[in-house]
């Protein structure tokens, strides 16, 4: 009797513990999935602003090879001002990392049972990593050849004008088109352009963002999309 009653003592303490486990598990899957859908949705829209940024340095490699620099250069300079200049979140994409990091960090990612599971979070882990250091050459490039050019090219007085006065963001100021009317869009310094070298500045910022698109964001979304699929059928109740 008093070997029963320890056994079901024993068989007590792992069903419970069992539980707790699968009660873990289920809520850090959910976690991690709703973080997963609301990246997807933000890069969805992050990728809509970089596209428009390789539109807009696709013509300022053609505009500095080929433009008269005596002439107003509205168009350039407003192009100039989002694709050389703005930097922010709505055109950087930085993965949420709060729960994968408590995955791997903590231990936590042996609640997920199934090895499949596990070794595609290590790739999306992987992924992440590779994203922020494309991120980084990418304001790398921004703060030591774009903004120098900027500085010494770029017509400041009708950037704040067209900013109204540090009110709106370069963004902000691109994508609800807003009107100079008085400082007048001339470039500075043009008789120091170098027009190769110009548009090769173009030309190297449009290489990191055409591979950021087609190499590095494409294998985020693989990896992100696999581990999804995989929580979902890892735990049939996030599909409700």
């Known amino acids: 009797m008093l070997f029963l009653a320890v056994f079901c003592g024993f068989l007590a303490e792992y069903m419970l513990e069992h539980k707790i486990e699968n009660d873990r598990a289920k809520e850090l899957a959910k976690s991690f999935y709703e973080e997963l859908v609301e990246d997807s949705v933000r890069l969805d829209k ?11 340095t696709k013509y300022l490699i053609h505009y500095f ?3 008269d620099y005596s002439r107003e250069a509205d168009t350039a300079m407003r192009y100039m001002s989002f694709a050389y200049i703005s930097l922010s979140s709505r055109v ?19 609640y997920f049972k199934n090895q499949q ?27 030591h050849y774009l903004r120098p050019f900027c500085i010494e090219h770029l017509n400041y007085d009708w950037l704040n004008e067209f900013t109204l006065d540090g009110k709106l ?3 902000d100021a691109f994508l609800t088109n807003q009107q100079v009317k008085t400082a007048r869009p001339y470039l500075k310094n043009t008789t120091s352009i170098n027009r190769d070298k110009a548009a090769n500045i173009g030309g190297q910022l449009l290489l990191l963002l055409r591979g950021m698109r087609n190499a590095t964001i494409l294998d985020y979304r693989k990896a992100a999309s696999n ?8 735990f049939p109740e996030l599909k409700k």
């Open 65 to 67: 090879t080929t433009a």
């Open 169 to 171: 963001s370069v963004t």
């Open 227 to 234: 581990t999804m699929k995989l929580l979902r059928e890892e």
């Open 92 to 110: 950087l994409f930085e993965p949420s990392e709060g729960i994968i990091n408590q995955l791997q960090n903590s231990g936590s990612r042996r």
């Open 46 to 56: 992050i990728m809509e602003m970089r596209y428009k940024k390789e539109q807009c």
């Open 117 to 143: 599971l596990q070794n595609t979070i290590s790739h999306l882990s992987s992924s992440i990593s590779f994203v922020k250091l494309r991120n980084e050459r990418e304001m790398d490039y921004i703060t």
